[in-house]
């Protein structure tokens, strides 16, 4: 499967501060998806994101499957927010390979 | 029914036993997936059931795991003669074709003692 490298593996963010995460493929990648994994391990699918960009609330999510990267966006962050970010694609099959995840922690 | 449903949410046991671990998908999703999460670590790859079709297994560590699916319904894990280091959370994830957005059940955190 593909390598994928998360950036930066922690993060510690004060209420309200905006922050970006990215994730590197080491090969074309199809099925782009962004999940967060609660404190309590739920993963949730934040993004299904192969190409361009989308936006969910205070989140978005850009692909450029050229240059082989993603970018999560989380704007005016809340403690709610924190947990583990993975980002995963697949390459011309259908299994997910996981980055090892950003953990982020939001201070009130 | 409205999200993948995993059971047990939590199983202790002792090493040398059999469990098994059930994952039930959203209906509607031909595809179904499992995979391993070691404490504090990514997710690990074990088997895929896509419809009628052959399984890819090529994620399963070892013999001694197993799962299968009928149709498009229920699957099961099963971990035989388990060892400390098959503790995990065993997560299921189901979706409406291959590759695409994956929903990921609650998970079933397995302890061997």
């Known amino acids: 499967g593909i390598q994928v490298e998360q950036s930066p593996p922690d993060l510690i963010l004060q209420e309200g501060a905006n922050s970006t995460l990215r994730c590197n493929f080491s090969?074309?990648?199809?099925?782009l998806q962004w999940f967060h994994q609660n404190p309590w391990g739920q993963l949730i699918n934040l993004f299904y994101?192969?190409?361009g960009t989308k936006q969910n609330g205070r989140l978005s999510a850009t692909t450029v499957a050229t240059e082989r990267y993603s970018l999560l966006y989380i704007s005016s962050s809340q403690t709610t927010d924190s947990g583990v970010y993975f980002c995963?694609?697949?390459?011309?099959?259908?299994?997910?390979?996981f980055g090892a995840g950003t953990t982020v922690t939001v201070r009130a | 029914g409205a999200g993948v449903s995993q059971s047990p949410s939590n199983k202790v046991t002792e090493k040398g036993k059999d469990v098994e671990l059930r994952c039930d998908p959203i209906?509607?999703?031909?595809?179904l997936y499992w995979y391993r999460q070691r404490l504090g670590q990514g997710l690990e790859f074990l088997i895929y059931?896509?419809?009628?079709?052959?399984p890819d297994k090529s994620g399963l560590p070892s013999d001694r795991f197993s799962a299968e699916r009928t149709g498009e319904s229920v699957s099961t894990l099963t971990i035989q003669r388990t060892q400390q280091e098959d503790s995990a959370v065993y997560l299921c994830?189901?979706?409406w074709g291959q590759g695409k957005m994956y929903t990921f059940g609650s998970g079933t955190r397995l302890t061997v003692v």
């Open positions: 994830a189901s979706s």
């Open positions: 209906s509607g999703h031909t595809a």
């Open positions: 059931f896509q419809g009628n079709s052959a």
């Open positions: 090969d074309s990648v199809n099925n």
């Open positions: 994101i192969p190409s």
């Open positions: 995963a694609g697949t390459t011309n099959d259908y299994k997910l390979s």
